[in-house]
C-alpha cells in the first residue's frame, strides 16, 4: 500500500501582509481586499521534523472540520487548528492520481507553482481505500464509537438505561443531561480530594480569587493547568496557563520560584534552568493577575486541579475536576492524554516534545468538560471508556516495539493490520442542507449519490469543469493525471534515476592528496559538515583523492562551499560533486531548495557532539532570537541522532541572524558550520530510506525500463509542468478564504518505490 500526501494552502486577500518578505508574499493569492472588522481563517500546523508524519484519520479530522465546522459539531483537527473556519469560503481537494513523492521530487524544478506556494510538507499513512479515508464511509455504516461520532444525525439508537445503570459514570451523575452547576465539586468533594478550602488550617496563607457570586449553568468556564518543578520548599510553580471557554490562551507565564530548585522536572515541564534565569514574574504576581481576570461567577477546570491550586497558594470556590467527571470504579482516574485521545480525538503530550504544554492541557480539560456537559453522562458512558483503555494499552506496546524496528518493517507492519473501524461520511451532512459536494476526474470515483461525479477525458476538461463547478460548492475533490502510461510502467525506472541523482547530490570528491595522507583527519574535517555514510580512497588518478558521500544535502553542500580551496591533511584541495549529464542543472535545484517555502526561516547546523541530549541542545540554543523548533535527525534503524541538526525561526531575519553567530560558534569544544536547510524533516528521512533501500531489482528489466523512460522524458516533463499549470490556473481561480489541499496518493500496490510520498501545508 502506497504512503499518500498532500498540499495545503488557503487563498488569501491581496494586500495582505504589506512589508512582508518576498516569499511569504508568493504564497497569498491575488484577489479581493477586505474591511478591517472581517476575521480570516487561518490554519496553524506545528509538525516539522521527524513529527511530520499524520495519519487518513487526522487527515479527516481536518477535512470534516473545515467543511462542517461547530455548526455541525464537528470537532478541531488533533494536530493542527482552524481560526475563523465559519470564514471558510470552501474546501478544495486536488488529487494527482497514482503520484507520490519520488515524482514530486524527480519534477522538482517543473512543479514550480506547488514548490512556491504550498509551505509544509508531511508524510501520509498508507491507506486501504483512499477516497474513503478522506471523506468516511456512507452513511449507512455503522459508525465507529468514538465522541466525534456522537455528533452527528442523532439517529443512532441508545441503549436502554438498564444496560448503563452498572457504569460509574450513570451511578453518579444519572441519565438525563444536566447544566454545569450539576458538575461542579461540592464542599465535601473538595475536601475529600485535597482542594484548598477557605478557614482551612493548611492553608493559612493562600489567597483566595474572591469568586462568591452565586454559579448558574451559564457561568463562565476557563481551563488553568500549571507545571511544577522541585524545591527546597517542595512543589514550586514554574509555569501557568489560563484559557477561557472558546480555547483563546488567556495567560501562559513562566514563574520564578522562591525556593532553591532541586529538579526542574524538565522531562514533565518543559522548563529549563535557562527559561527561567531571565524570568522576573513571582508567585505573587500570578496569584494578582489571576484575581483580576477571573469574574466573579468563574468556574476553575482542570484535570486533578487541587494539584496546580496548592501549588498556586490560591483557593476558588467552583471547580470541575475532569479527573473525577469521567469517573471510574475504585477510586482510579483517567490520564487527561487518554481522555483526550479517546473523547476528543487529540493527541497531547507527545512524547517528542519538551515536557507538557501547560496551555494544550488546559485547553484539553476545558473541552472534555464541556463535551460531558453538552453531550450528557449517557453519552459519555455509551463510549465506554475502560473498554478503549484496555484495548489501548497492547496498541502501545506494539507501537513501542514497532518504533525499535527500521522504517520498512514498520510500514510493513501497518498493512498487515486489521482495518481501521469506519468512520462516517461527513458530505451527508452538506447534503442535508443543500451544499453539494463536486466530485470530477478521469477516473471513477467511488462516490455515493451524494456527490456531483463527472468524467472527463483529459485534464484540460477536468480543468474546465472545475473552474464552472468549483465556485458553486463548498467541497470539491478534484482529481489530475498523467495518464497510465507514465506511472506503472516507468515507476522502477524512475525511482532509480531518482535515487543515482540523490546519490551524486550527496557525494563530493576531494583533492588531490600527498601520498600517504591521514586519511582520518580528512574524515574529521569532512564530518564537520554532517553525517557521513561512506568515504573511499580513489586511486585511478594521479594523486589519490577521496569520494565521502553524506547522508544529508547540507553536509555535501558545506562541504562545497567551505572546504574548496581549505588545506586539508596538509594539502589545498579541491572539492566538487561529480560530473555526469543528471547533474548539469544541480546548482539551480540547490538554489529552488534554499528558497523553497518550506525552509524559509529553518538552518541546517553541523559539528555537533553526538554525546549532546535534545535537552542540551534546547538550552544551548535557547538564546537565539525567535527560535521555535529544534529538530535532532536520528538513524532510523539505530535510533541515535547524527552530529547535525535544523533550528525552526518565527521570522527569516531572525534565522538569518543566528547563522552569523552560530558559523564558528563552540560547543562543548566543537566549533559549528551552519547554513540555510535544504531538506528538512520529511525529506531528509526519505533521502535516508532512498540510500537504504535495494536498488539492484531486475537488472537487465531497469536497463529495458531506462530506456524507455530516456526516450519519453522530454515528454512527460512537459506534461508534468502543464499540470503544475492547471493546478495554479484553478488555485487563482478560487475565492478568497478558500482551503486547498493537494494530495500525491502514490500507487494503490504494495511496493517499496510508491510508500514514498507527502503533504505539504501552507498556512491558511
Known amino acids: 500500500m502506497a504512503k499518500a500526501g ?29 474591511g478591517p472588522e472581517e476575521k480570516s481563517p487561518r490554519l496553524s500546523a506545528a509538525l516539522f521534523g521527524e513529527d511530520c508524519e499524520i495519519s487518513h484519520d487526522q487527515l479527516y479530522e481536518l477535512l470534516k472540520y473545515a467543511a462542517l465546522g461547530k455548526r455541525h459539531n464537528a470537532a478541531q483537527p488533533s ?70 461520532d456522537l455528533t452527528s444525525t442523532g439517529s443512532e439508537c441508545i441503549p436502554k438505561n438498564s444496560d448503563l445503570q452498572c457504569d460509574p459514570i450513570i451511578r453518579k451523575y444519572g441519565i438525563k443531561p444536566q447544566g454545569l452547576t450539576s458538575y461542579i465539586l461540592t464542599l465535601e468533594e473538595q475536601r475529600k480530594n485535597d482542594y484548598p478550602i477557605k478557614g482551612s488550617p493548611g492553608c493559612k496563607g493562600y489567597i483566595y480569587t474572591e469568586c462568591d457570586q452565586q454559579r448558574t449553568d451559564s457561568s463562565p468556564l476557563f481551563g488553568l493547568d500549571c507545571e511544577m518543578c522541585l524545591t527546597a520548599k517542595g512543589n514550586e510553580v ?21 525556593s ?88 497531547i503530550q507527545c512524547e517528542q516534545k519538551l515536557g507538557h504544554d501547560p496551555a494544550e492541557d488546559a485547553r484539553a480539560a476545558l473541552e472534555l468538560a464541556q463535551f460531558f456537559i453538552e453531550q450528557g453522562p449517557a453519552k459519555v458512558a455509551e463510549l465506554n471508556l475502560e473498554m478503549l483503555l484496555t484495548t489501548e494499552k497492547p496498541a502501545e506496546d506494539s507501537q513501542n516495539k514497532a518504533a525499535l524496528q527500521p522504517q520498512g518493517c514498520r510500514v510493513q507492519k501497518q498493512l498487515n493490520e486489521p482495518p481501521h473501524l469506519s468512520k462516517p461520511c461527513f458530505l451527508d451532512c452538506l447534503q ?15 462516490s455515493s449519490d451524494l456527490c456531483q461525479s463527472n468524467l472527463s477525458t483529459s485534464n484540460k476538461q477536468i480543468l474546465q469543469r472545475a473552474l464552472e463547478d468549483v465556485p458553486l460548492s463548498t467541497f470539491s475533490i478534484i482529481q489530475f493525471s498523467l495518464g497510465p502510461e ?69 553536509a555535501a553542500q558545506l562541504a562545497v562551499e567551505s572546504l574548496n580551496g581549505a588545506e586539508v591533511a596538509g594539502s589545498c584541495i579541491k572539492v566538487q560533486r561529480p560530473v555526469t549529464a543528471a547533474m548539469l542543472d544541480c546548482d539551480d535545484l540547490i538554489k529552488e531548495l534554499e528558497l523553497d517555502v518550506e525552509n524559509e526561516g529553518v538552518i541546517y547546523v553541523a559539528g555537533l557532539k553526538k554525546s ?33 541538526c535544523f533550528l525552526k525561526f518565527q521570522e527569516s531575519q531572525s534565522a538569518a541572524d543566528a547563522l552569523e553567530v552560530i558559523n564558528g560558534w563552540t560547543v562543548k569544544g566543537r566549533k559549528l558550520r551552519s547554513r540555510n536547510a535544504l531538506a528538512s524533516g520529511h525529506l531528509w528521512r526519505w533521502i535516508w530510506q532512498m540510500n537504504h533501500s535495494n536498488g539492484k531489482q531486475g537488472g537487465h528489466i531497469l536497463y529495458e ?32 478564504n478558500t482551503l486547498c489541499v493537494v494530495l500525491f496518493p502514490g500507487v494503490n500496490r504494495s511496493s517499496q518505490f510508491t510508500c514514498l510520498s507527502q503533504l505539504h501545508v501552507s498556512s491558511l
Open 6 to 34: 498532500c498540499l495545503n494552502g488557503c487563498r488569501r486577500p491581496a494586500g495582505e501582509g504589506a512589508g512582508e518578505p518576498a516569499a511569504r508574499k508568493r504564497r497569498k493569492a491575488d484577489g479581493g481586499g477586505r
Open 79 to 148: 494536530w493542527c487548528r482552524i481560526s475563523h473556519q465559519s470564514h471558510l469560503a470552501g474546501v478544495v481537494v486536488i488529487v494527482l492520481h497514482e503520484m507520490s513523492q519520488l515524482h514530486f521530487y524527480k519534477f522538482y524544478l517543473q512543479f514550480k507553482h506547488l514548490r512556491r506556494v504550498f509551505r509544509h510538507r508531511f508524510i501520509l499513512t498508507p491507506s486501504t481505500n483512499f477516497f474513503t479515508s478522506l471523506y468516511g464511509e456512507g452513511a449507512n455504516l455503522k459508525p465507529q464509537n468514538t465522541a466525534q
Open 238 to 258: 514554574t509555569r501557568v496557563s489560563l484559557v477561557d471557554a472558546q480555547g483563546q490562551c488567556l495567560l501562559d507565564e513562566l514563574v520564578k520560584p522562591e
Open 260 to 347: 532553591r530548585v532541586m529538579n526542574y522536572l524538565t522531562r514533565f515541564s518543559g522548563v529549563t534552568k535557562k527559561m527561567l534565569l531571565p524570568v522576573k514574574t513571582r508567585l505573587s504576581d500570578i496569584q494578582t493577575r489571576l484575581k483580576e481576570m477571573l469574574p466573579h461567577d468563574a468556574v476553575l477546570v482542570g484535570h486533578s486541579l487541587n494539584a496546580d491550586l496548592q501549588a498556586l497558594e490560591m483557593i476558588h470556590p467552583s471547580v470541575i475536576d475532569t479527573s473525577l467527571l469521567f469517573a471510574r470504579n475504585e477510586g482510579r482516574r483517567f490520564k487527561l492524554k487518554f481522555l483526550a485521545k479517546a473523547v476528543l480525538g487529540k493527541e
Open 432 to 446: 442535508v442542507t443543500g451544499q453539494k459536494p463536486v466530485l470530477l476526474g478521469r477516473q471513477g470515483l467511488d
Open 486 to 554: 507514465y506511472i506503472a510502467s516507468h515507476l522502477l525506472a524512475l525511482c532509480e534515476q531518482v535515487r543515482s541523482k540523490l546519490a551524486d547530490m550527496l557525494t563530493v570528491y576531494a583533492g588531490p592528496f600527498e601520498e600517504g595522507f591521514c586519511l582520518h583527519s580528512v574524515k574529521k574535517e569532512f564530518g564537520r559538515c554532517g553525517p557521513i555514510q561512506s568515504l573511499a580512497v580513489v586511486t585511478e588518478t594521479y594523486k589519490p583523492y577521496v569520494c565521502i558521500q553524506y547522508e544529508v544535502l547540507e
Open 612 to 644: 549532546l541530549t535534545e535537552r542540551d541542545l534546547q538550552e544551548e540554543f535557547s538564546q537565539l532570537k525567535d527560535l521555535e523548533t529544534l529538530f535532532l535527525p536520528k538513524d532510523l534503524q539505530s535510533g541515535k541522532h547524527r552530529n547535525c
Open 705 to 736: 525500463k531506462m530506456e524507455q523512460l530516456s526516450d519519453s522524458e522530454q515528454d512527460l516533463r512537459k506534461k508534468v509542468k502543464k499540470l503544475d499549470h492547471h493546478i495554479k490556473k484553478l488555485y487563482r481561480s478560487l475565492q478568497n
